[in-house]
């Protein structure tokens, strides 16, 4: 089943990377105006379009690094958790909590979680009177704080919420060159009962990456067309590095990772 898209009138998120318009086209969609909202309207699409990235996997080169980093760690703090999928196979091995901004990913992610604590957070200031011996930011989560401040702040978040001799794992949306303006992308979903394609073309404005999605979806309730826009900032691995150091966390960084997207790993430039 859809799901119904939520037509809050949320245009204060200036700061965010991601706003989403729900564009109504079509005799069918039953809207008469667009609105922004934020991720909540393909919130319950989220698992089906990103079903070819191998969380599994990625949830393994995790706890390799985790073993390598922080030998012993038991807790972990996912932020940005999305839906939670990350913290599915992590929590096998460690007791994972996370933060999201957008409620109806928290909701999912603590359905799929139920021994965490998963809430709504933003990451630029967030206190959640806990420490932990890892945490993560994954997916490229942090490109959608758009200044340098905003990511310095995440930073001092992440921080703070250490436990003694604990790590920051990072990993990053693409740098300037990696990012290919015009290039065009697709996904789809096809199932019985769903189908879904969502494309954009790879757009900037200076040095913030614009992924406009187009959404299709059809069920045998019709065809429904909704766009969302995605602001995420193009930095270089050694400006990301300068952006630990302002928060005092000391970094190295893997330019493979998880899956080719690269991975910072930092601690408080005070331990080790
Ligand atoms: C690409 S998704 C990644 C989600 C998840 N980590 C994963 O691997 O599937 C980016 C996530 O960042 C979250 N996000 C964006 N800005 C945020 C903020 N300021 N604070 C917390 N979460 C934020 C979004 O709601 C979304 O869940």
Known sequence: MLPAVRMHGVAAVPRLGLLLRATPRGTNAGYSRIEIVIFSATADLYDLIYSFKDYTGEAEKVRQVINRERPGAKTILDVACGTGEHARFLSANFSVDGIDIDPAFVKIAQGKNPLGNFSVADMRSFELHKRYDVVQCLFSSIGYLLTSADVVSAFRCFRDHLAPDGVVMVEPWLSPTEYKVGSIHMLTVDRPDLKI?????????????????????VTREGVRRMEETHRLVLISSEEMASHFRAAHLGCTFDPVGLNGRGLFVARPVDAR
Do not use: P, Q, W
Request: aromatic share 10%.
């Open 197 to 217: 394609c969502r494309m954009n073309v790879a757009k900037h404005e200076g040095d913030i990456s614009i992924l406009n999605f187009h959404y299709l979806t």
